[in-house]
């Protein structure tokens, strides 16, 4: 994908209660890979993380994880990824994180994964980056999420732009096909003349 190289996603270290969210991470971790896509994840070999990583290995991609180092202690860590950073904290982390991705992909997690994914849609409204997000809502999991958003908005905290922040996809190839259409240059309006 042209100008979109490397996608940070953002998933539980849990696999959650139902099968469909691992699945998702393993088809994640397949699509990035296809792709050509360099993998940023949170560094763990557990959940949905380790699902993916594994996956997207498995297929011949590039994984790079994430970890602070009192995880790395208490061995979390994936070490079969092709590049592991271990870091100082958890506010490193999601620098270190941000500062890989060209995009950003939330699939369904805990505090953390809701933690990560409205900050850096919090980056994005301060003008702190303009990078794609996409939420994958498999199953309606974020739509309580999503209805907080327009609550924000309709009560006056938040102009109606915020919703236009990320994208919503309903499934892991919806949501490659979402980054695949930002990475496109725009056409010039005349452009079309022709």
């Keep these: 994908m042209s100008g979109i190289n490397s996608v940070c996603v953002y998933c539980g270290a ?18 990035a890979a296809r792709r050509g896509l360099r993998l940023v994840f949170g560094g763990g070999h ?13 297929a011949g991609g590039v994984v790079e994880g994430v970890i602070p180092q009192a995880l790395m202690d208490r061995e979390l860590s994936h070490e079969g990824v092709t590049r592991l950073h271990v870091v100082s904290s958890m506010h490193a982390r999601k620098q270190k994180m941000f500062d890989l991705a060209d995009a950003f992909l ?24 303009d990078k794609p997000i996409v939420i994958l809502d498999l199953d309606g999991y974020w739509e309580p999420l999503l209805t907080l958003i327009d609550t924000v908005i309709a009560r006056g905290f938040a102009p109606a732009a915020t919703a236009r922040l990320f994208d919503v996809a309903a499934t892991v190839e919806d949501a490659f096909n979402l980054f695949e259409r930002a990475a496109r240059p725009a056409l010039h309006p005349d452009s079309a003349r022709f």
């Excluded at 849990?14 to 699509?31: F, I, K, L, N």
């Excluded at 699902?51 to 498995?58: E, G, N, R």
């Excluded at 990560?116 to 849609?121: A, G, Q």
């Design 46 to 58: 557990v959940g949905l993380m380790g699902a993916m990583a594994d996956a997207a290995l498995a």
């Design 106 to 129: 939330a699939l369904p997690g805990g505090v953390g994964t809701l933690d990560e994914t409205i900050e850096v849609i919090t980056w994005k409204q301060l003008g702190m980056h």
């Design 14 to 31: 849990s696999g959650g209660a139902d099968r469909r969210y691992m699945q998702s991470a393993v088809e994640t971790g397949r699509a």
